[in-house]
């Protein structure tokens, strides 16, 4: 399965969850988790769908080292920041407890988005 396929399963499943966390914060009249609600669907949903089409579009075909990384470091970061957001505004753990948590996942992010960059750059360009 390509990288596009990848993104694209992960982009939905993304887009389940935090549909699902907005629907629970509606039925029950509490919208403290408004953020984590919109950082999944953001970095989740939005930017794993933006590079499904990146990885269709101008990374076809692409599997090295350096897109698997990129893929992962995506997902770990993504995941690391719903997580972590969920459990501060959930008031579960506290702010400095969760921090290293959402800061390295905040990285992990960033990371593969330098990375996506990096690849896209050095794809041959379309005609």
Partial sequence: MGFDR???ISALGFA??????GIFM???HDHGQHVTHA???LIGFVVSMMYAIIHKLWLVGLTGVLARVQ???HHLGAVGI??????????FVAEDKVEPLLSGSSLAVLAGVL?????V???PASK
């Avoid at 389940?16 to 966390?21: D, E, K, R, T």
């Avoid at 719903?82 to 008031?91: A, D, I, P, Q, T």
């Fill in 82 to 91: 719903g997580l972590g957001l969920f459990l501060l505004y959930g008031r």
């Fill in 6 to 8: 990848k993104y694209l």
């Fill in 115 to 119: 990375m996506m960059l990096w690849m």
């Fill in 71 to 73: 893929f992962v470091l």
């Fill in 26 to 28: 509606a039925a029950t």
């Fill in 121 to 123: 750059l050095r794809a």
């Fill in 39 to 41: 950082h999944i669907l």
């Fill in 16 to 21: 389940a969850i935090g549909m699902c966390l």
